[in-house]
């Protein structure tokens, strides 16, 4: 087998090293070392989705996969950065009188713990839900980092084409896209903001979903978010993201916080937040598009990945890129 060269070290690049580690296939991971959308990312993972509180067909499994992903990790790293969390999803009393039945029945009721109304968020509907995670995806970067550099796998540096007389796995995430690395692409990343704050008043140590959310760090600390734009991606943080922000802040926690941070990520986006990976051209692979879900795909979509250049098993047809490339629409 040729040498392995890992293009970017967001979590699609760094689930793959993983993967290659335990399968004892040598490679090296090489990054530019400066902060990308991973860095920023909440790292939430919560079952019941969207404004039509839908829950996944493939949640559960993905889900279960990726904790005993991070879990291994955490093992071999002597880190900690996967942290169980109940959810809260907050809607509107006459919005859960049309959607109640998702949570008594179906997909949605699995994961219903139970309903109740709190002083917290007197005109709303409270569903507590089982099943949600939090990746604490800049520390998981860090102790991938810190793995692989004692180990010789980890360099700082920028490639932007194939490494010759090897085989060469691009995981840019969002840069990979914009800027067409290695191939031109459809893309539709989406910048956010977040914010992190102090709330020592708030007390809450459940996820709180709604119209945004509020994710709970410990220490009286709070990531609150997010924005979506498709413009501007370069960006960074705005003036009315930081609005938008705030507004949220008081409807999910309350008026007492002090903003600490405010940041922008670039999501990677291809179709609908699902991932694509495989092989582009002879010795060229790629994995990209984890978008908002990414820490609950990119265990499963780098296993996927790792299993095709090792071991010939053929990728799961909604993840393959070739399958993708050959169901995009004509652009007129």
Not at 96 to 116: L, M, P
Not at 184 to 189: K, Q, T, V
Request: charged share 25%; proline share 5%; glycine share 10%.
């Amino acid at each position: 087998m040729k040498p392995i060269v890992i293009v970017g070290m967001g979590l699609a690049g760094a689930c793959t090293a993983w993967h290659l580690w335990r399968q004892g296939v040598p490679f090296r991971l090489v990054d530019r070392g400066r902060p990308g959308s991973s860095q920023v990312a909440a790292g939430l993972i919560h079952a019941v989705t969207g404004k039509q509180c839908a829950v996944a067909d493939d949640f559960e499994i993905r889900r279960d996969e990726a904790a005993q992903f991070y879990q291994n990790c955490e093992r071999e790293s002597a880190h900690t950065f996967w942290h169980e969390l109940e959810v809260v999803r907050l809607l509107d009393p006459i919005e859960f009188e049309k959607k109640k039945h998702k949570f008594a029945q179906g997909a949605a009721s699995h994961w219903v713990r139970d309903i109740v109304v709190d002083r917290r968020w007197p005109d709303a509907v409270a569903v507590l839900l089982g099943g949600g995670a939090r990746l604490d995806v800049p520390k998981f970067l860090f102790a991938t980092q810190e793995f692989f550099g004692a180990r010789g796998c980890y360099e700082e540096g920028e490639i932007v084409a194939p490494v010759a007389d090897a085989m060469t796995l691009f995981c840019e995430g969002s840069r990979g896209l914009i800027h067409g690395n290695p191939i031109p692409w459809r893309h539709r990343c989406a910048r956010g903001e977040i914010l992190t704050v102090s709330a020592p008043g708030w007390k809450q140590q459940r996820l709180v979903t709604g119209k945004g959310w509020l994710l709970p760090l410990g220490g009286d600390v709070y990531k609150v978010g997010a924005t979506y734009e498709w413009d501007d991606l370069e960006r960074g943080p705005s003036p009315e993201g930081l609005l938008r922000l705030m507004q949220m802040a008081r409807s999910l926690g309350g008026d007492q916080f002090e903003v600490i941070a405010h940041e922008a990520g670039v999501r990677p986006i291809l179709r609908k937040s699902q991932p694509v990976a495989g092989m582009l051209a002879d010795d060229v692979y790629v994995l990209n598009g984890l978008g908002s879900k990414g820490s609950l795909y990119a265990p499963w979509a780098s296993r996927q990945l790792v299993d095709l250049i090792v071991n010939a098993v053929p990728l799961d047809s909604s993840l393959s890129v070739t399958e993708y490339f050959a169901n995009l629409p004509e652009q007129t």
